[in-house]
């Protein structure tokens, strides 16, 4: 029908426009038809995806014995606020907190501030050993953690030189994160996007290293370090592994350790475990949804670029 | 150097000799590179210190036991022969590469549907991108949590839906294939919003002229995704395999909170039986030499990975 395009009858043209419009509509009721089952599967996804966390709330507000009543109610009468209150008083929640909020932070503005040094030294600077130095820092990305906890933890528990232990002690916890590879790799990736010329024309003009670094490069790399600040932050705020071997006492626990330790304490104490979990998902949604930009451009950062 | 008048002599004065010229520009580098050292130490001190140290460290304790309450003790090769014939590091290796294999395939196939699917259907795609990110904000530890709510076998979600269908209730996390399937599926929906937005932001780096320049050739839809989409993404889908592998291969939180390793091992992973050995049981030899069994399998399937998806470019021509 379409070859025979060219066509001089005016009675040709009418009927290859009548095919035309119909194939046209069919076309468009598939294509809303797809619309529909694409629409429909992302939103079933992104259901999937929050719903969990809701079915928490139910039960954080509510005393135990009552979940096993069936079938279940989910709109609780009147809100139980008993096991909020037993987490912040019985348990050391709090702490918990404050550990995971100091843990996270230094790790992270270390991290930023070592990282984006050293990214502008193998994005920008020549010296001998560069590629082979860069190829060992990627190299170490296959090291798994558990290899590395036994060493650690032998290193940190007799630090050479000082009589008491680095266990429990929160620069013992922070400093051996602070030296991952992936930092170092996007901030490098990051700075050899940026125009040489910049840099060149500084040099030129006889500034010294330090002060193109802070004075032209540190301020354009501005969204590069909230991702990887966020990235960072995230990454440690999660940390179950190492925070569990580095600490024993209940006053230096993270979030994750502690309240994992919670299952121990409060066994079907299903009331009181749900609300733990509301109480550290909470303030984490409500500040991802108001930075929401940066962390979606966080996860993406890492397609960018290989 | 004392100044002439003349041209000549100026033009001596300012002109270094050959020997000058080659010091000045060996001194010039090293001060280049020393400033370029001073940019580095401070993040290549701890690395050193607390990556590349210990890594060679753990290599060298498998041959030793102790160490951690006490100094370690030189053993030789009895760690790897007591490894050797312990069938429950086998069984967590064996639980590792099933769920490593199962989890991989199916976050992966997910994460591209779903990208594909916001890449083409951008309105209104933001709530979904949101939405599907929530769970990766989630400590693995809550991940477990909500899980052992939505297996419970009283009250759990996944129960509640099976009586209302007419079947009877599962005891989830007593059996040994549902309890790996549960940190299966738990593993997958934490980290589904991660891998949709990576393949979503490599999607969107396939430039839309190549795939109209297919169309218009008479490509159609799953062609223009086998000859143009795949090839492109080829790079990012190899960093993906990487990463995913080096990442599932220590799963241990969602496994320390739902199972515990059970039931009877069946949900063992290597990162756990490690843990186990070295901090609970104080059997440090096998937690050392299973650590670097560890090592060993990662870099290995790195290897695998990058031979196998780099080698295409080369039969392909």
């Not at chain 1, 994005?123 to 060992?136: D, I, M, N, S, V």
């Not at chain 1, 303030?283 to 397609?303: K, Y």
């Not at chain 2, 670097?292 to 695998?304: E, G, R």
């Amino acid at each position: 029908m379409a070859a025979q395009a060219g066509v001089e009858e005016p009675g040709e043209l009418s009927q290859f426009s009548a095919e035309y419009t119909s194939a046209a509509r069919r076309s468009r009721s598939i294509g809303l038809g797809k619309g529909v089952a694409a629409y429909a599967a992302l939103t079933i996804f992104a259901l999937i995806a929050v719903v969990p966390f809701l079915y928490l709330l139910s039960p954080s507000f509510r005393q135990s014995y009552e979940l096993f009543s069936y079938p279940p109610k989910w709109i609780p009468h009147s809100l139980y606020l008993g096991n909020f209150r037993t987490i912040l008083h019985e348990t050391s929640y709090l702490r918990w907190a404050l550990n995971t909020v100091v843990f996270a932070t230094s790790v992270t503005a270390i991290t930023l501030v070592i990282d984006t040094l050293a990214g502008y030294a193998f994005a920008r600077l020549r010296f001998p050993g560069r590629g082979a130095l860069f190829a060992l820092v990627l190299a170490t990305l296959m090291i798994p953690t558990a290899v590395l906890i036994a060493p650690l933890y032998i290193m940190i528990s007799r630090l050479p030189g000082w009589t008491h232990s680095g266990i429990n002690t929160f620069p013992g916890m922070i400093v051996p994160m602070v030296c991952s590879p992936l930092g170092v790799f996007m901030m490098r990736q990051f700075i050899s996007t940026l125009p040489e010329a910049l840099v060149e024309a500084a040099r030129l003009d006889g500034a010294s290293e330090w002060q193109i670094f802070r004075k032209i490069v540190l301020p354009l790399m501005k969204p590069a370090i909230v991702v990887l600040g966020i990235f960072t932050f995230m990454a440690q705020w999660v940390n179950f592994l190492w925070p569990l071997v580095i600490t024993t006492t209940n006053d230096m626990k993270t979030l994750t350790v502690g309240v994992a330790s919670l299952q121990g304490q409060f066994v079907t104490n299903w009331g009181v475990i749900s609300a733990a979990a509301v109480m550290t998902m909470g303030p984490v949604i409500v500040i991802f949804l108001i930075f929401q930009r940066w962390f979606v451009q966080a996860s993406m950062a890492g397609a960018l670029k290989q | 150097m004392t100044s002439t008048v003349s041209p000549e002599g100026a033009w001596d004065e300012l002109t270094l000799s050959e020997a000058e010229y080659r010091r000045a520009g060996a001194r010039y580098r090293h001060r280049r590179s020393a400033r370029a050292y001073l940019f580095l130490l401070p993040y290549v001190i701890p690395f050193l210190a607390f990556l590349v140290v210990p890594a060679f460290w753990s290599i060298w304790l498998s041959f030793n036991q102790g160490g951690i309450l006490d100094s370690a003790k030189y053993v030789g090769l009895a760690n790897w022969r007591s490894i050797a014939s312990d069938t429950e590091l086998t069984g967590a290796i064996k639980n590792t590469g099933i769920y490593a294999i199962e989890a991989i395939a199916l976050v992966f196939t997910l994460a591209l549907v779903l990208a594909m699917l916001l890449n083409r259907y951008r309105k209104g795609s933001n709530v979904f991108k949101l939405a599907l990110y929530v769970p990766l904000l989630a400590p693995a530890v809550l991940v477990g949590l909500i899980w052992q709510f939505l297996t419970n076998f009283d009250f759990g979600f996944i129960n509640l839906i099976l009586n209302a269908l007419g079947f009877s209730r599962l005891n989830i996390l007593g059996s040994g294939t549902l309890a790996l399937l549960t940190i299966v599926l738990a593993e997958v929906w934490r980290g589904l919003g991660f891998w949709t937005l990576y393949f979503l932001a490599s999607l969107q780096n396939v430039p839309e002229e190549l795939l109209d320049a297919a169309r218009v050739d008479g490509a159609r839809g799953l062609q223009r995704f086998r000859r143009v989409t795949i090839p492109l993404l080829r790079p990012m889908l190899l960093f993906a395999v990487v990463i995913a592998i080096i990442a599932n291969f220590q799963v241990f939180d969602t496994v320390y909170v739902l199972t515990q390793g059970g039931p009877y091992e069946s949900t063992s992973t290597i990162v756990w039986f490690i843990w186990k050995r070295l901090f609970q049981f104080q059997e440090t030899g096998q937690g050392y030499a299973a650590a670097v069994v560890l090592l060993a399998i990662i870099l290995v399937l790195t290897a695998i990975s990058f031979w196998i998806l780099g080698a295409r470019r080369r039969r392909r021509v």
